[in-house]
Structure formats: structure tokens, C-alpha cells
């Protein structure tokens, strides 16, 4: 950092390859806050990151320091800088406890010079690298240069797609969350990767296009699960074109073992397109939370089918698509289940297992409770012709609008006439006093009767 001083006095610099303060006297400084060497590495972790947490916040600032007589030198630009406030990346870095990196998208191949980057990054926890362009040696850099790595972002680095075989991976302890999506990464490579990772407990694999296990030629793949090996917790393979999913113990028994802790699994927007690949998780006994939108087997299926079918298949299943099942909701799922298989001849073999538990049960009686829009009703007028008709009346209606119609029909005004409602069942006659009350209100059914009436006029007698 640069400072000028009207009484040439001494300007000093904080040197952040040096770590040590400078010092030029009687003359302009044109000190720059970048470690020496980096200019010529912009496709670098270190480089990117120096830039971001380092420089650009110098350049930033640097006019708005003021000429201060009282002060000799300013030691430090981000942590005793008047300017500069609170726990920000940018302290964080200069302190060397900066636990989060983001440097997405800056087409980075490499890590850069090593013993530096140890030393500024050494207790980086969580390091977000989509879009680059690393390979798997710099990744294997990246592992031995951060032991407190916890979180690794790897997303679209499409130099990660060629054989791992011949890089010496280090050893990546507490690493916890591996997020490889949109790759086209062969099993081959996993197999090779993440057994460094011991303490992995969750891994992204969307739309990594995995459909076979050979390169040349091309065949369906099942998806063995045996990923489990790695001590996954959580496996996220959605986007992918999986097509079926073998049942975890025609992997082995060691497979099986593994597999025990497997809890949240997501297969969105994948092939699955038969039951039999749902029903193979349930070899995953603890496998709690599963994501199966979008996929080509829900098609023929309402929504109420769909989740019922999936929760009667699977015993052990809380969460379906981001939806909690409670006990009541598993309940009911798994009776529809019964029910829905009841008259099917080809029955899931969980069928009899739910049979044991809650019994035969009867089909539902369908009941229709959409309300009723029309009826068909008999309008009669004996004072009149012996009006007799059959209407379709629309239940939307009013007795007003009802009486309109009767109007037309029977020459009778509104004013002198009287209506009744005539249920077909035989109660007897109801006359309709409110022109502004709701047919539907009067629960209207097929062959219910009004009857239209006169109202009666007195005439005064004369006097005697």
C-alpha cells in the first residue's frame, strides 16, 4: 500500500509476499499490494484468489486514504485501515483464516505455486471451483494443500471427464461434500477418486449422463448402489439417463453392509421407468428421504397414485419429493396400496406383507361430491292451461330468476304469483318467500316438482 505525506516523511507499504513492512524515503512510492510473480498467473487458484480477497479491495480503497500527518506509516489495509470494518472475506484472507473460497467460472487449470497457496489458504473449509478447467492432478494438489477441506464444489470442469488412473491421489480426510455435477464421469473414475475421501457422507452426481459402465460399445446400466462403499450418506444422481436399479444384495454382502447407511437418495429426472427399480431400494433399509420426480414411470399415474404407491412400496421411507410422511399419511397410503392391488392379478411382493398388517379391505365406495351445476324438474300450473313441463334447471340460479321463467310460461306476473318446492321424496310443499335465495341452497334432485300458483285477491263488499 501507498501513502504520501506533504512533509516527505517516510511512506510505508504492507509487502504481502514478504509478510514484513517497507519502508522509501524522500521520494514517491509506487508499491503495489499483489505478491510479486502472480501477474503472469491468471488461470490459477492462487492467482484468482489473491485478486478477489487481496488486491482488488487495495485498488478499491487506496483514494480514499487522506494525507495523515499524525501517522508514520499504515501497517495493514485491511485490519487496522480506519476504512475498513467488521469480519469481511477480505480481513478474514489477510489474517489467514478465510474458511470459504468462491471462484467460480474463471477458467482456472491449476493451483499455482504450492508453498504459497498453503499458506494463505491452509484453513479454507469450503472451496467453490464450477466452471473451471481443472483436472484431477490439481485436485489431488488441492487435497494435500487443504487438511481442514470440508466441502468441495467441482461442478462443470469438463477436465475432470479423462481417466484418473495415472494421478496419485492424496488423501482429502474430512472431506464431507463432493459436488460433481454436470460431468460425464465413468464409474471407473469414482471408484479410482473417492475412496480418498473417507469421510464422505454426501455426493452430487446430477446430470453426469451415466447409462453405462462400458465405453465402447454402448450398454444399459443398472445402478449398483455400491457407491455405499464410499460411506455415502447422501447420493444425488438425478439428471441422469439411469434406466433400472439392481437390488443391493445381488451386489454382495459386502455391498449390502455398505449400503446400510444410505439415507437420502435423488433419482429426479432420470429414465426409471418400472416399479421393480423402486422396489429395490427398500434393500436400503435406512434409506429415508428419496427423490423421484419427473421420470418417465409416474406418467401413467395421478398424483394421489404416485405418492401412495411409492410410500407403500417403501417401509422405511419420511421424506418423498421434499413432502414429510407422517404415520396417519403412511396409513392411508399404504391401504390404497392394498386396495389399489386388490383386483390386480401380478402383485408387488410388499403386498402380502401389508395384507398381514392392516387385513382385506373393502373398495371404497366412490362418492361424487362435485356440486351439482343443472336438474331436471317439473314445472306445473294447474290455473292454467294445466301447464305441465319438464325443465333443465340450472342451479346457479335464483328463485327471482326461477320465477322469471315460471312468468313466461304461465302468463302469471311475478308480482301476484306464488312458488312452493316440491321434494320428489313427498315432504310436503315448501313455499319460496326470498327472490334472492340460491337454488343450489335448496339441494335440488332429479324429479323434484315446483308448483306455481295465483295469490289470492280479497275485493271489499260494499256497504249496505
Given at each position: 500500500?501507498?501513502?504520501?505525506?506533504?512533509?516527505?516523511?517516510?511512506?510505508?507499504?504492507?509487502?504481502?509476499?514478504?509478510?514484513?513492512?517497507?519502508?522509501?524515503?524522500?521520494?514517491?512510492?509506487?508499491?503495489?499490494?499483489?505478491?510479486?510473480?502472480?501477474?503472469?498467473?491468471?488461470?490459477?487458484?492462487?492467482?484468482?484468489m489473491?485478486?478477489?480477497?487481496?488486491?482488488?479491495?487495495?485498488?478499491?480503497?487506496?483514494?480514499?486514504?487522506?494525507?495523515?500527518?499524525?501517522?508514520?506509516?499504515?501497517?495493514?489495509?485491511?485490519?487496522?485501515?480506519?476504512?475498513?470494518?467488521?469480519?469481511s472475506?477480505?480481513?478474514?484472507?489477510h489474517?489467514?483464516?478465510?474458511?470459504?473460497?468462491?471462484?467460480?467460472?474463471?477458467?482456472?487449470?491449476?493451483?499455482?505455486?504450492?508453498?504459497?497457496f498453503?499458506?494463505?489458504?491452509?484453513?479454507?473449509?469450503?472451496?467453490?471451483?464450477?466452471?473451471?478447467?481443472?483436472?484431477?492432478?490439481?485436485?489431488?494438489?488441492?487435497?494435500?494443500?487443504?487438511?481442514?477441506?470440508?466441502?468441495?464444489?467441482?461442478?462443470?470442469?469438463?477436465?475432470?471427464?479423462?481417466?484418473?488412473?495415472?494421478?496419485?491421489?492424496?488423501?482429502?480426510?474430512?472431506?464431507d461434500?463432493?459436488?460433481?455435477?454436470?460431468?460425464?464421469?465413468?464409474?471407473?473414475?469414482?471408484r479410482?477418486?473417492?475412496?480418498?475421501?473417507?469421510?464422505?457422507?454426501?455426493?452430487?452426481?446430477?446430470?453426469?449422463?451415466?447409462?453405462?459402465i462400458?465405453?465402447?460399445?454402448?450398454?444399459?446400466?443398472?445402478?449398483?448402489l455400491?457407491?455405499?462403499?464410499?460411506?455415502l450418506?447422501?447420493?444425488?444422481?438425478?439428471?441422469?439417463?439411469?434406466?433400472?436399479?439392481?437390488k443391493?444384495?445381488?451386489?454382495g454382502?459386502?455391498?449390502?453392509?455398505?449400503?446400510?447407511?444410505?439415507?437420502?437418495?435423488?433419482?429426479?429426472?432420470?429414465?426409471?421407468?418400472?416399479?421393480?427399480?423402486?422396489?429395490?431400494?427398500?434393500?436400503?433399509?435406512?434409506?429415508?428421504?428419496?427423490?423421484?420426480?419427473?421420470?418417465?414411470?409416474?406418467?401413467?399415474y395421478?398424483?394421489?397414485e404416485?405418492?401412495?404407491?411409492?410410500?407403500?412400496?417403501?417401509?422405511?421411507?419420511?421424506?418423498?419429493?421434499?413432502?414429510?410422511?407422517?404415520?396417519?399419511?403412511?396409513?392411508?397410503?399404504?391401504?390404497?396400496?392394498i386396495?389399489?392391488?386388490t383386483?390386480?392379478?401380478?402383485?408387488?411382493?410388499?403386498?402380502e406383507?401389508?395384507?398381514?398388517?392392516?387385513?382385506?379391505?373393502?373398495?371404497?365406495v366412490?362418492?361424487?361430491?362435485?356440486?351439482?351445476?343443472?336438474?331436471?324438474?317439473?314445472?306445473r300450473?294447474?290455473?292454467t292451461?294445466?301447464?305441465?313441463?319438464?325443465?333443465?334447471?340450472?342451479?346457479?340460479?335464483?328463485?327471482?330468476?326461477?320465477?322469471?321463467?315460471?312468468?313466461?310460461?304461465?302468463?302469471?306476473?311475478?308480482?301476484?304469483?306464488?312458488?312452493?318446492?316440491?321434494?320428489?321424496?313427498?315432504?310436503?310443499?315448501?313455499?319460496?318467500?326470498?327472490?334472492?335465495?340460491?337454488?343450489?341452497?335448496?339441494?335440488?334432485?332429479?324429479?323434484?316438482?315446483?308448483?306455481?300458483?295465483?295469490?289470492?285477491v280479497?275485493?271489499?263488499?260494499?256497504?249496505?
Amino acid at each position: 500500500m501507498m501513502a504520501n505525506n506533504s512533509n516527505n516523511s517516510n511512506v510505508s507499504a504492507y509487502d504481502l509476499s514478504s509478510h514484513t513492512i517497507s519502508s522509501t524515503d524522500n521520494e514517491e512510492a509506487t508499491t503495489t499490494v499483489c505478491p510479486e510473480g502472480s501477474v503472469n498467473e491468471d488461470d490459477s487458484v492462487l492467482y484468482q484468489m489473491e485478486r478477489k480477497y487481496f488486491c482488488c479491495p487495495y485498488n478499491d480503497q487506496k483514494e480514499k486514504f487522506e494525507k495523515l500527518d499524525d501517522m508514520p506509516y499504515i501497517i495493514d489495509i485491511f485490519g487496522s485501515s480506519p476504512f475498513q470494518f467488521g469480519n469481511s472475506p477480505l480481513v478474514a484472507a489477510h489474517e489467514r483464516v478465510l474458511e470459504l473460497l468462491v471462484l467460480d467460472n474463471l477458467a482456472i487449470r491449476r493451483v499455482g505455486p504450492f508453498e504459497r497457496f498453503i499458506g494463505l489458504a491452509k484453513n479454507v473449509t469450503e472451496l467453490l471451483l464450477s466452471g473451471n478447467l481443472l483436472g484431477w492432478a490439481e485436485v489431488s494438489k488441492l487435497f494435500r494443500a487443504l487438511p481442514q477441506l470440508r466441502v468441495l464444489n467441482l461442478s462443470h470442469n469438463t477436465a475432470l471427464n479423462t481417466s484418473s488412473n495415472d494421478v496419485e491421489m492424496a488423501e482429502a480426510q474430512k472431506l464431507d461434500v463432493l459436488i460433481l455435477n454436470g460431468l460425464s464421469l465413468s464409474f471407473a473414475v469414482l471408484r479410482h477418486v473417492l475412496p480418498h475421501a473417507p469421510a464422505l457422507s454426501e455426493l452430487h452426481l446430477a446430470k453426469n449422463n451415466f447409462v453405462d459402465i462400458s465405453t465402447s460399445p454402448p450398454s444399459p446400466m443398472p445402478i449398483s448402489l455400491s457407491l455405499r462403499e464410499l460411506h455415502l450418506n447422501d447420493l444425488f444422481l438425478a439428471g441422469n439417463a439411469i434406466k433400472t436399479v439392481d437390488k443391493i444384495c445381488a451386489c454382495g454382502n459386502e455391498t449390502d453392509r455398505l449400503c446400510g447407511e444410505l439415507n437420502a437418495l435423488s433419482l429426479s429426472n432420470t429414465m426409471l421407468s418400472s416399479w421393480e427399480a423402486i422396489e429395490n431400494l427398500e434393500s436400503i433399509r435406512r434409506l429415508e428421504e428419496l427423490r423421484v420426480a419427473n421420470i418417465p414411470l409416474m406418467d401413467a399415474y395421478s398424483e394421489e397414485e404416485r405418492r401412495n404407491l411409492v410410500i407403500g412400496r417403501l417401509g422405511a421411507l419420511k421424506l418423498l419429493n421434499g413432502s414429510r410422511i407422517d404415520e396417519r399419511q403412511r396409513e392411508e397410503a399404504e391401504r390404497f396400496f392394498i386396495r389399489y392391488y386388490t383386483e390386480v392379478e401380478k402383485r408387488p411382493m410388499v403386498y402380502e406383507r401389508l395384507v398381514a398388517e392392516h387385513g382385506i379391505l373393502e373398495q371404497l365406495v366412490k362418492v361424487d361430491l362435485t356440486p351439482k351445476r343443472y336438474a331436471k324438474v317439473l314445472i306445473r300450473c294447474d290455473e292454467t292451461e294445466w301447464v305441465r313441463t319438464w325443465v333443465r334447471l340450472r342451479l346457479s340460479g335464483t328463485v327471482h330468476a326461477l320465477m322469471q321463467f315460471a312468468e313466461r310460461l304461465t302468463n302469471i306476473s311475478i308480482k301476484m304469483m306464488r312458488i312452493f318446492y316440491m321434494e320428489r321424496s313427498g315432504f310436503s310443499p315448501t313455499e319460496l318467500r326470498v327472490p334472492s335465495k340460491q337454488l343450489r341452497l335448496l339441494h335440488i334432485e332429479d324429479g323434484d316438482e315446483f308448483v306455481v300458483q295465483s295469490k289470492m285477491v280479497l275485493c271489499a263488499q260494499p256497504r249496505q
